[in-house]
């Protein structure tokens, strides 16, 4: 069965290493911060100027001069630091940042992303998508497979305006986990009781399976 | 050097129809409120506004939008707003979106007398289009010039009258770039001290960036996305 | 997450022959007095140092240059230092004078991630040999490139385990530039505190630049230039 | 009679408005400080992290942490700000600085100025002089008219390595105030019994009089 969004974030979650800092992009990125694994400490970048976001607030316990690269009311954590927007896309291009995780509408074989501009449609612009994505060492996109049409969105080549070129590095979708590689996308796990048949049939772009591909453990 | 004035009002008064503006800010957060109701009092027109977001319909920005005193936005997200979409679907609206990192750090370059600055968002994109593109150690980098602006219009937390400025929280954003980067920089702050109350060792923006400085009043600070935990 | 280490020792010790150093301070104010006295009882050698002077004869980095440690200084001023004089003019030790705001620049360019800066310094001297010089809005600038060091060693005031920092006073200087800078960045400090004690709002160096972390002892604070006014 | 290194730096504090940041270097310039007129209130940035620079301190009160660029313990003063050597020479670089004064071994007629290296003695470096010329608006040279052999420090061409090109405006030496100018060095004032035929004499570059040259007032 495909994964929920949850579960997506929760696989994405195993991926975290003890001491890492990590900037979360909006939709199901934000909901890894929910399975950060027990013993493993990370620290959360905001793009709008905070290392060390917490959770939301109690109710009534809003801060306005305290939100998130989304907007949204947050709070802080021990230790935490402000700083202004140079410095914490310097901080980013700097290859400071150990793990970036966000949305794609498409990727690419060669790990070319596609996730800020429909054309035809209003657009709202890229924030600070295309710098974290030419900026990151370490990029996991979290996506749904197909579209809502149940078209492939792993291509040979994206078919929107780029946001960042050969720059993803693994891929974890509600079908699958696959690593972006000079060859294609190596598929390393499937969702529970998805075939690899299935999940070859929803990959467009060229696919890699070697050997058994295990069940993710969600 | 007095670089006290009284009001929001004052403060703006020179600037005129087609004036380039940096405003402080991410989202609604850390606006200069007060200075944006005087811009929208004044009425003054084809302004071209550098500011990351532009604001919601009926606060930010979204209030000079309303008006249509904007002539041209550069930002990296402007989602916000149907009066926005309604006058970029109609031509009235130029927008140039830019990636944000880049925003910031084109503000920097003014600040920092850097004339341009290489950044590799956006590298390989259509944002590079009509850009130089140069390649270090095997990677792509664009070539982006510092922003020029007639008035940078900035909010802190707390300012002395000579112009120090502190921010708070996120509230900082691209406020001191901004304030850096502006041919007059126009600072409104919720606390306005004399010089010797703030500690020299935190000042975010050195008062030698800053011409004007008020203290602003009835700071709304609207929260744009509430949310809330359920749990204590 | 675990960047304390016990003291001076533990913090260089992985530092090789060879390796290329940026140590933070101006004169003998902020510099990293027990990094640089473990590194002297290490002994390692052939060291490149970046750090904007060299010390005196019997303190900062003037200490390795006695025991012939460093093979070559990058810096902006030397003067203070006979032995490094004797060393310099008899060809054991390499020398390449930058620029301050060069130097600087230089570091906040690897700290942000930016491979290269144009600065306006030494255009039409002898500093521009060999270095692109190009020119924007009619005034010349040189392309300087981002410095790549092995380790900063740098010093603050306060610092938590988080390897957030806090400078005092002038003692700030280079130091939050360079711990941007260094591949891996090692900061001794006066007072080391636990997580939430230090202001989030005032914090220079966020922990994210900061690998390892100690508190030092015996500052001596030496002062270079000791100068006073006859009357209270 | 020529100016002492005081009536220099007396003369150069007329030149203050008030409002002016200013950036005293080394030596002449140094003394500026003591002779800010009554009514003018200037910052003094010292280019290695400080706005608001005040006096030496009271013996017994020198702070290791506060020094200026000369490495000198200073004091501050009220509303002072401390910053990183980035944001010093980043706003030198951007002109906010509105006067710059320092030392030279050369001018020469088109501006440039040399006084950081002489060939064959050992050098100590620019410091922060090459940013300091490269970037300021306003930059006053306070100089000695000629050196102790008697020769000319204000030339056609500087024969000592350039520390910056066509960057200084005015100079106020023992013997005169000059501005450069496309023309050369204009004479404006010179020092209390000194002749134009003197100035002249001593002036290798091309100096240009116009009308009556009258005494400075020290």
Known sequence: ?218 | MNKVVANAEEAVKDIMDGAVLMLGGFGLCGIPENSIAALVRKGVKNLTCISNNAGVDDFGIGLMLKQKQVKKMISSYVGENAEFERQLLSGELEVELIPQGTLATRCLAAGYGMPAVFTPAGAGTEVAAGKETRNFNGKDYLLESAFEADFAIVKAWKGDTLGNLIYRETARNFNPLMAMAGKTTIAEVEKLVEPGELDPNIIHTPGIYVHRIFEGINYEKRIEQRTVRKYK
């Not at chain 1, 979360?24 to 890894?32: K, Q």
């Not at chain 1, 801060?63 to 954590?77: E, F, R």
């Not at chain 1, 295309?130 to 990151?136: I, N, R």
Request: aromatic letters at 4%; glycine letters at 12%.
């Open chain 1, 1 to 218: 069965m495909a994964l929920s969004k949850e579960q997506i974030a929760q696989r994405i979650a195993k991926e975290l290493r003890d001491g890492y800092y990590v900037n979360l992009g909006i939709g199901i990125p934000t909901l890894v911060a929910n399975y950060i694994p027990e013993g493993i400490n990370v620290v959360l970048q905001s793009e709008n100027g905070l290392l060390g976001m917490g959770p939301f607030p109690p109710e009534g316990e809003e801060d306005p001069d305290l939100i998130n690269a989304g907007k949204q009311t947050i709070t802080t954590v021990p230790g935490s630091a402000f700083f202004d927007s140079a410095m914490s896309f310097g901080m980013i291009r700097a290859g400071k940042v150990d793990l970036t995780v966000l949305g794609a509408m498409e990727v690419s074989e060669n790990g070319d992303i596609a996730n800020w501009k429909i054309p035809g449609k209003m657009v709202k612009g890229m924030g600070g998508a295309m710098d974290l994505v030419a900026s990151a060492n370490n990029i996991i996109v979290a996506m749904m497979h197909t579209n809502p049409k149940g078209e492939s969105k792993l291509l040979p080549q994206c078919s929107l305006p780029l946001t960042g070129v050969k720059c993803v590095k693994k891929i974890v979708s509600d079908l699958a986990v696959l690593d972006v590689t000079p060859r294609g996308f190596k598929l390393l796990e499937r969702a529970p009781g998805v075939s690899v048949e299935e999940i070859k049939n929803k990959t467009l772009g060229k696919m890699i399976v070697e050997g058994d591909v295990p069940e993710m453990e969600v």
